[in-house]
């Protein structure tokens, strides 16, 4: 018997047709997939993908203005809809593609059932495009094997969600995981590395209220004010503020109002995470004198986790009602792949 698959149109390239004012959303996203489904597959090859139904967002996303409460909204429709189907594929935009899997990956704890977010560089109404592959082969993973996560794929490459980045603006290869190895490769043969699978659970779905204001980011910079880190904290909504500072975690600890700013936020209670700038690799924080100011304010060094894997794990954890010292206990400590164990 075939897999029922969901498909959940949120928006993005894919979707889009050319306008005067540059892509566009398209509302005949359905019809356009069936018609090139039909016209450019074997009435064979139709036979063997799942069963599929589509589903739009009444709104779409341009993934681009996406907000956090997006991401409860895509994990409130594939909750509700989690018994009627075997599998689920979201499609959506490529610019905050890893943000919404990563969020996801943490939404859907314990899942049991494969999703796969996937999109386009060029929108399926281009003759020539990237959008059908990546949608067939989306819904054959989904339809064929049993991939019990959250992940990206795109290019030929199935990836963890919550280690994905993109990483090029304008190549059909837009995605990698570039601390974790792919889950899969695409090309003549469909290659699934099953030791790297989380092992299937049962699902124990929470949805997060995501206040947009509660988490902020800043890159460290050379002569970086103090002035940048109070402007970000002027707000008592402000639960977490994420530093991007150098290499293995190394900030500018001679500029000593900056750190004083840094170690005032953190005796207030906010949740100060520090990432690298550095596409690879993780912080350890320590590593550098200057990196060991760090542990004397109080700063949680983040390990291997991705910007959009942090970020979101964040949004997560304060929608939860989690407190700052559990957050900072917890912050680094696995759910589900996103990081390295570092006990």
Not at 223 to 230: F, M, N, Q
């Amino acid at each position: 018997m075939k897999r029922q698959i969901l498909i959940l149109y949120t928006g993005g390239t894919i979707g889009m047709k050319s306008s005067a004012q540059g892509y566009a959303p398209d509302d005949g996203f359905e019809a356009l997939l069936d018609t090139r489904l039909r016209l450019q597959q074997s009435p064979d090859s139709i036979h063997q993908l799942p069963d599929y139904h589509v589903v739009k967002f009444s709104q779409l996303i341009d993934s681009s203005n996406l907000m956090p409460a997006d991401w409860t909204q895509i994990g409130q429709t594939l909750n509700d809809n989690w018994n009627n189907y075997d599998g689920f594929i979201v499609l959506h935009g490529t610019d905050t593609m890893a943000y919404t899997a990563s969020a996801l990956s943490f939404i859907l704890q314990g899942m049991n059932k494969p999703v796969i977010i996937t999109g386009s560089q060029i929108p399926l109404s281009e003759l020539r495009n990237d959008a059908l592959d990546n949608l067939v082969t989306s819904l054959i993973l989904a339809g064929n094997y049993d991939i019990p996560e959250v992940c990206i794929y795109f290019n030929g490459r199935l990836l963890r969600g919550n280690r994905s980045k993109k990483i090029k603006s304008a190549e059909l290869d837009a995605f990698d995981s570039p601390n974790f190895p792919w889950l899969g490769q695409v090309g003549i043969h469909i290659d699934i590395q099953k030791k790297l699978l989380l092992k299937p659970g049962q699902p124990d779905f929470n949805l997060p209220h995501c206040n947009p204001n509660r988490v902020v980011i800043t890159p460290i910079y050379p002569g970086i004010s103090a002035r940048v880190i109070d402007a970000l904290l002027d707000s008592d909504e402000v639960r977490a503020l994420i530093l991007r500072s150098y290499g293995v975690g190394n900030p500018p600890d001679q500029n000593t109002a900056f750190i004083a700013s840094l170690e005032r936020a953190s005796n207030n209670g906010v949740v100060l995470l520090n990432t690298t700038q550095c596409l690879q690799g993780s912080v350890n924080q320590g590593a550098y004198a200057t990196g060991a100011t760090l542990n004397r304010i109080g700063v949680t060094p983040a390990a291997d986790l991705t910007l959009e894997a942090a970020f979101t794990k964040l949004h997560f954890l304060i929608g939860m009602g989690d407190d700052a010292a559990t957050i900072r206990k917890n912050i680094t400590r696995p759910l589900c792949g996103e990081c390295s164990h570092t006990d």
